[in-house]
């Protein structure tokens, strides 16, 4: 029998990885090298939380929100549907998703670039519809996922979808990389690491074929 293929949907943490404007740059540092005086060789790393790409919570626009490490592990692990709206508008909206999506389910994740480009910061990135993100929860969903940077425009401070998803208890996955997996059901698995208090950490994301 033929196993399910894997996809890695996760952006490499370097160096060069494009971060918010203005957040912290990724860092990574050698503290011990083998064959160079130590038995073993370290690495420091100094990097957001918010790098790459990264699982999320509401504790990133409510102080009073659980945090990320509070959230229960099935909230990132799963079957998930994956639906290409690299057609929308700057904003994905409920006509471009809801009649594509079964009456109940809990994951989604929108792959929203056509060819992503990680090498650079993406200037222009389609954000989602607070609307949307309430009839999503009506139907169940309990994790939204993009491939964009964030689920709403980079210029909005109000952070409409995320107090949406605040609202739901919903969980987000942001900085997918998915334009190399077809749309379908899937099995995703991207589990936050447990760092207390943190309203955010960087996943390593994985897809597994369920269709």
């Known amino acids: 029998m033929k196993k399910p293929r894997l996809y890695d949907i996760s952006q490499r943490l ?12 990724f ?19 100094s990097m957001s939380t918010q790098s790459g790409t990264h699982a999320e919570c509401s504790r990133h626009v409510r102080g009073d929100a659980p945090a990320l490490d509070e959230l229960a592990l099935e909230i990132f692990f799963g079957s998930c549907q994956l639906l290409d709206v690299s057609a929308a508008g700057a904003t994905i909206v409920a006509s471009d998703v809801l009649d594509r999506l079964p009456s109940q389910f809990e994951r989604l994740l929108l792959r929203s670039f056509a060819k992503a480009d ?57 900085g ?33 074929g369920l269709d």
């Open 14 to 25: 370097g160096p060069a990885l494009p971060v918010w404007p203005g957040d912290h740059a």
């Open 27 to 45: 860092e990574c540092g050698v503290t011990a090298a083998a064959g160079e005086g130590s038995s073993v060789t370290l690495h420091r790393l």
């Open 118 to 174: 990680w090498a650079h910061w993406p200037q222009h990135f389609k954000a989602i519809d607070p609307v949307l993100i309430d009839a999503l929860a009506a139907r169940g969903c309990r994790l939204i996922g993009t491939d964009a940077p964030s689920i709403d425009p980079q210029t909005c401070k109000a952070l409409r979808a995320h107090q949406a998803a605040h609202r739901a208890g919903m969980g987000i996955l942001e």
């Open 176 to 208: 997918l990389v998915l334009d190399h997996v077809p749309e379908g059901r899937y099995e995703l698995v991207a589990l936050p690491l447990p760092i207390s208090g943190v309203e955010a950490t960087p996943v390593r994301a994985v897809l597994r």
